[in-house]
């Protein structure tokens, strides 16, 4: 008589457990665009969901204490003239976001850390390049200010959001739309999905495809990709892959085929984990060796359904979130060195389909309960936080839980990382937990800008009176602007704390 051999892991009981209802946020009107974006952005001090707009695009921006029922005048940020497509949280500055719009423009902001009293208009900086709606847009892991955008013109754009600057335009690598682009851990690499079913592995310094394969999964819906890192070594054959290993250098690869969204996760060491769906529809999960794409380390088919999957990878545990938008449930993997390799653990389910998601960085979470994960699920009209944990009985810190982490300071600089340069994230320890940075200002110094791009407005013919608007006159205008500005910011501040005085007194007296 066989008995059943558990597998031994730390994570094998991670649960999710959705927050109380007066800890969700409440009547908010999650865009209805459709778009395989998650919208929604989270980080330590804010949540940000992309919302319905008229007369064009907007996000709202909300502290993560503000939980409850948000009023419906709440400020916006707004600017963009079109919809919404993609928000992404800088890594570095927990008050700057970017956002990506069908106006074709990506517009980068600045977000106070007290609510203000009106919308946010004003970007810190636009950044125009694309022909077609933008729908991708990522922040550089290890490089300060270095922002990727991909659109419909088949463009991937590399940002240096401290000067405005185009650093990079990855064109003729793409014939077709663009679903997704994600870095590896330290920003050397990208890895694309295309339209035309092809991945693709690309150094975007050299401006080379270093690797690519095509059809993944046997459909033709769009493909996913992202970048992962496991601890261990996944190859069955059993060698060591090392972090400075050049596994990228020579081959061409392709997972799947099928017609459903395919999407793909890459590890440093050269591992990739796709999902996507088979010709009958049914969707699937593979996890492949760069060295030799004929076969899978690990295909597993999941269910039937038409949800494409959103994989969400937390490096320090080497386990795979898949969200399907549509469903209603989140399903985790842990990936190892064993066969099978890639381990179901378990689902969190419950009634309400999710329209989108949001994950938490790990300096974000508390690890005094024990917390490995927090996602943001959106509903029709509302958001709700999910909290992963695995039980322990001990109180104390559980290092194994919760290792160093990538903290919030760059470990390049733009100028650095263009030139060849890599570095890898300066981690942190969450020992004793985490507090947000205070407010610090994105500066933004444009070359030339004066001699390169006119000024925003209608356009007017030459005159002899444009003469006399001279130089210095110019500054003096502009100084003029900025320190207005800075007195409304100082007065929407006050105006935020009289407020939150005000709110203080009235619960007081209730």
């Known amino acids: 008589m066989s008995r059943r051999v558990v597998r031994q892991s730390k994570f094998r009981h991670v649960f999710g457990q959705p927050v109380k209802a007066d800890q ?181 310094r050299k401006q080379q495809i270093i690797a690519e394969k095509t059809k993944p999964h046997d459909g033709t819906r769009p493909i996913r990709a992202i970048f992962v890192i496991n601890p261990t070594d996944l190859s069955p054959a059993g060698n060591a892959l090392g972090a400075g290993d050049a596994l990228w250098q020579r081959e061409r690869f392709a997972p799947h085929e099928g017609l459903r969204p395919v999407r793909a996760i890459f590890t440093r060491e050269g591992h990739i984990f796709t999902t996507g769906f088979t010709r009958m529809s049914q969707r699937e999960l593979g996890l492949w060796d760069p060295n030799n794409f004929e076969e899978p380390i690990a295909l597993q088919e999941m269910d039937t359904s038409n949800g494409v999957l959103l994989p969400f ?79 322990r009985k001990s109180d104390l810190f559980q290092d194994d839980l919760s290792p160093d ?11 650095e990382w263009l030139s060849g340069k890599d570095a890898e994230p300066i981690l942190i320890s969450l020992r004793d937990g985490y507090v947000p940075i205070k407010n610090r200002e994105l500066k933004v110094v444009k070359k030339n800008i004066l001699d390169s791009k006119p000024p925003p407005g209608p356009r007017r013919r030459h005159s002899t009176c444009d003469s006399d608007f001279s130089q210095p006159a110019l500054e003096e205008v502009l100084e003029e602007i900025r320190a207005l500005k800075e007195t409304v910011q100082a007065q929407e501040k006050r105006i935020s704390d009289l407020e939150n005085k005000l709110g203080q007194f009235t619960n007081g007296t209730d």
């Open 24 to 204: 969700m946020y409440e009547d908010i009107r999650v865009s209805k665009v459709t778009c395989d974006s998650s919208f929604c952005a989270v980080n330590p001090k804010f949540v940000a969901i992309i919302v319905e707009s008229g007369g064009g695009g907007a996000f709202i921006v909300l502290p993560l204490a503000k939980t409850g029922r948000v009023d419906k005048n709440h400020p916006l940020v707004t600017g963009h003239t079109a919809p919404v497509l993609d928000i992404d949280w800088c890594p570095h500055n927990d008050n700057v976001i970017a956002s990506a719009s069908e106006d074709t423009t990506v517009m980068v902001w600045q977000i106070p850390d007290y609510v203000p009293v009106r919308n946010i208009t004003e970007p810190v900086v636009t950044l125009e390049g694309h022909s077609k709606r933008v729908s991708i847009i990522s922040w550089h892991p290890t490089a300060r200010n270095v922002l990727l955008s991909a659109g419909c013109d088949n463009l991937v754009i590399l940002w240096n959001v401290g000067t405005g600057e185009m650093l990079l335009a990855l064109d003729d690598m793409h014939t077709d739309l663009i679903y997704n682009v994600g870095w590896n851990r330290n920003g050397s690499l990208l890895v694309t999905t295309c339209k035309d079913k092809k991945v693709r592995v690309i150094d975007p």
């Open 313 to 391: 990878y937390d490096a320090d545990s080497s386990i795979v979130y898949l969200c399907g938008k549509g469903d209603s449930s989140i399903r985790y993997f842990e990936i190892t060195h064993e066969a099978p390799y890639v381990h179901y653990l378990n689902t969190y389910s419950s009634k309400e389909p999710q329209r989108g998601m949001g994950f938490m960085p790990k300096r974000g979470l508390d690890v005094s309960k024990c917390e490995i994960a927090r996602f943001f699920k959106l509903h029709e009209r509302k958001c709700e936080p999910i909290v992963m944990t695995v039980p």
């Open 405 to 415: 982490t990538p903290g919030p300071e760059p470990a390049l600089e733009a100028d």
